[in-house]
């Protein structure tokens, strides 16, 4: 941060307390002589650009870098069915909470699991 912000105290301008630098405050991101690695921000622009069309079984941005579109859409539509699940588990409990009834803890059951396969079909199969 430059001086002329500092204030007397330690402080930045914002008020906030500035700690000395450590031995292990290295941006290896700087130094050229630095191995770079796969998705570093030194890959070609044409790598990196979200626009550029990608090869089947190409890494996406999103996510681990090392899976598949096919995967990620799987991955995606699976937390979708986990979310609905617990939304339908959710309303069972209201239900009850509610005291319109008991529910037997087998309906409970089938219907969560029926819940949580038709969104994670319906997600992957009308996905991205």
């Known amino acids: ?15 906030r307390q500035e700690r000395p630098p450590r031995a292990d405050d290295t ?5 050229p002589t630095a191995p770079t690695e796969p998705g570093d921000s030194t890959e070609s622009a044409a790598a990196t650009d979200p626009t550029e069309p990608r090869a089947p079984g190409e890494a996406s941005d999103a996510g681990d870098p090392t899976a598949s579109p096919g995967r990620t859409a799987a991955k995606a539509a699976l937390l979708w069915g986990v979310i609905a699940a617990l939304a339908f588990l959710v309303l069972a409990q209201g239900y009850q909470l509610l005291e319109f009834g008991t529910l037997p ?6 219907g969560t699991v029926a819940v949580f396969a038709v969104t994670t079909l319906l997600t992957y199969v009308a996905g991205p």
């Open 105 to 110: 803890l087998t309906v409970v059951v089938v």
């Open 27 to 31: 941006d290896d991101r700087t130094d």
């Open 1 to 15: 941060m430059p001086d002329e912000h500092r204030e007397s105290n330690g402080r930045d301008g914002a008020g």
